[in-house]
């Protein structure tokens, strides 16, 4: 009998242990990435590849795309688990050196030559970076979906494992298109005035068959309940997700990778209001996340409020990670307000962590970052131009994206740039709330606060238990922080 209940309790272990991960295969006709093999709970995982920027290069847009000289190739896999379960890759290069991002999920790995083995205990995602963040791994641990797609219906477009090549989809109210895991789907997703659109599933949105003038891969003008979730967008041609004059939206659980074509930007929330994006992983050329105001926008109504970021990993290669733009040209919008970012980690960066453009009129306060950990920035390489076309370099970007730039913690600025209406800046920045920020870096970060004039300033910024290396930033010279005569109310906790 006792033999018996120790079979049994191992077997059902067994069974647990083989429940505990879905796996997805890669599609014939998907090139498999020859860098890594992984495997999680004995299962073997496709590991995919994705085009990334190699050093963070940029230059105006005149009619050609970046050149692939300044790219190179990632990888990146997917399974979904609630378990804890156990992750061997297996790296093509010697292992001298391994950081596994993000570092705050303090990974413990055991490395055996070119084996890597460590546990999960939660869904996550993670950068594996082997010697360097060069071609580095990026690993999704989803959730394992709740609710997938078992019975179609009329409003739904089902995209099964394999590769598949529909064109653009225009998405129509109250419509589900579902990516099932091991679908690759070269499409571009459009939806105008549309109510009630669900986008979802395990699979892959790519956007390389397009180029830069089909836009996002998608984008939702003047939506109502949308709800975007778990999929992964490769290579846009342009921004990845945009929300143009939208509300109450939800965007969970996706990723973003291969970004690196010229504006490849992450999330853009446009003249939107009532969105949360949460438990998503963002690697982006350009800005990782903005809320962004523009009059290029033909809204319902124009102000951004109330969009919260949570529980987000960003990684990015260029510009900015989170970022509040409000970008003149005549904009009606009055006010970007109420919004936090918390809970995230931002695991590479170039030029600014936190950044706030007021270039127009706009009041943009209550804005709250709380809880986040930023860790060293890329300094490698960096120059401005195309080493291709010196000809071609943007003067805007070399004066305020230029040396000076790297590697700040934060910046707010107002300023006229070529977009701006009129000869003034009339708007303000104020109320703006930094909690619990962990900056960890061998550098020595910046942070710039620039008002336009006395009436159009910078004011009311709270520095609570910031700290760089541990050690908190409690005044203007141990912080490193530079102000002009239009900056006051500046406090320290």
């Known amino acids: 009998?006792?033999?018996?209940?120790?079979?049994?309790?191992?077997?059902?272990?067994?069974?647990?242990?083989?429940?505990?991960?879905?796996?997805?295969?890669?599609?014939?006709?998907?090139?498999?990435?020859?860098?890594?093999?992984?495997?999680?709970?004995?299962?073997?995982?496709?590991?995919?590849?994705?085009?990334?920027?190699?050093?963070?290069?940029?230059?105006?847009?005149?009619?050609?795309?970046?050149?692939?000289?300044?790219?190179?190739?990632?990888?990146?896999?997917?399974?979904?688990?609630?378990?804890?379960?156990?992750?061997?890759?297996?790296?093509?290069?010697?292992?001298?050196?391994?950081?596994?991002?993000?570092?705050?999920?303090?990974?413990?790995?055991?490395?055996?030559?070119?084996?890597?083995?460590?546990?999960?205990?939660?869904?996550?995602?993670?950068a594996v970076e082997i010697n360097n963040h060069h071609h580095a791994l990026h690993l999704f641990a989803n959730a394992t979906e709740k609710k997938p797609i078992k019975k179609l219906d009329e409003n739904t477009i089902y995209f099964a494992p394999g590769i598949h090549f529909p064109g653009i989809i225009e998405v129509k109210d109250n419509q589900t298109i579902y990516?099932?895991?091991?679908?690759?789907?070269?499409?571009?997703?459009?939806?105008?005035?549309?109510?009630?659109?669900?986008?979802?599933?395990?699979?892959?949105?790519?956007?390389s068959s397009f180029e830069r003038e089909a836009g996002n891969i998608i984008r939702i003008e003047n939506g109502e309940n949308i709800s975007i979730e778990g999929i992964i967008l490769r290579d846009p041609p342009f921004w990845t997700l945009r929300f143009d004059d939208s509300r109450n939206a939800t965007i969970d659980g996706i990723k973003l990778v291969g970004l690196w074509r010229y504006n490849a930007d992450g999330i853009n929330i446009v003249n939107s209001n009532n969105v949360k994006i949460t438990n998503s992983f963002i690697r982006a050329f350009d800005d990782c996340i903005v809320l962004r105001a523009s009059n290029r926008v033909k809204a319902t109504q124009y102000n951004v409020y109330d969009v919260n970021v949570d529980n987000c990993v960003l990684w990015n290669d260029w510009g900015r990670a989170i970022e509040i733009f409000e970008n003149g040209a005549r904009t009606e919008t009055d006010s970007i307000y109420h919004c936090a970012f918390r809970n995230c980690d931002i695991i590479h960066f170039v030029?600014?962590?936190?950044?706030?453009?007021?270039?127009?009129?706009?009041?943009?306060?209550?804005?709250?970052?709380?809880?986040?950990?930023?860790?060293d920035p890329i300094s490698e390489n960096y120059f401005l131009g195309d080493p291709l076309y010196p000809e071609k370099v943007d003067s805007f970007l070399i004066a305020n994206a230029g040396p000076d730039v790297l590697g700040h913690l934060f910046w707010i600025y107002l300023n006229r740039n070529f977009y701006s209406a009129g000869a003034t800046v009339n708007g303000k920045v104020f109320d703006i709330n930094l909690k619990d920020i962990n900056y960890t870096s061998t550098q020595t970060p910046k942070i710039s606060f620039i008002g336009y004039s006395s009436d159009h300033d910078v004011s009311n910024i709270t520095f609570d238990n910031v700290t760089v290396n541990g050690k908190r930033i409690t005044n203007f010279s141990n912080g490193n922080i530079r102000v002009n005569d239009y900056v006051r109310d500046i406090s320290f906790k």
């Open 1 to 126: 009998m006792k033999a018996k209940i120790i079979f049994f309790v191992l077997l059902m272990g067994l069974l647990n242990s083989c429940l505990s991960v879905v796996t997805y295969p890669g599609p014939k006709g998907e090139e498999i990435s020859p860098d890594f093999k992984v495997k999680v709970e004995g299962k073997d995982i496709f590991v995919y590849r994705a085009r990334v920027s190699a050093y963070p290069e940029n230059q105006v847009w005149p009619g050609y795309q970046r050149p692939k000289e300044q790219t190179e190739l990632a990888s990146f896999c997917y399974f979904d688990t609630d378990n804890p379960v156990t992750v061997e890759i297996i790296s093509k290069e010697i292992i001298d050196r391994l950081i596994i991002r993000p570092l705050s999920k303090n990974i413990q790995p055991a490395v055996d030559g070119k084996k890597i083995t460590f546990t999960l205990t939660e869904p996550c995602q993670l």
């Open 351 to 375: 030029h600014i962590g936190f950044s706030i453009q007021n270039c127009d009129r706009a009041f943009i306060f209550d804005i709250n970052y709380e809880n986040i950990r930023i860790e």
């Open 179 to 207: 990516i099932a895991g091991g679908a690759v789907v070269h499409t571009i997703i459009r939806g105008r005035n549309v109510k009630n659109v669900t986008i979802k599933g395990r699979g892959i949105i790519d956007g």
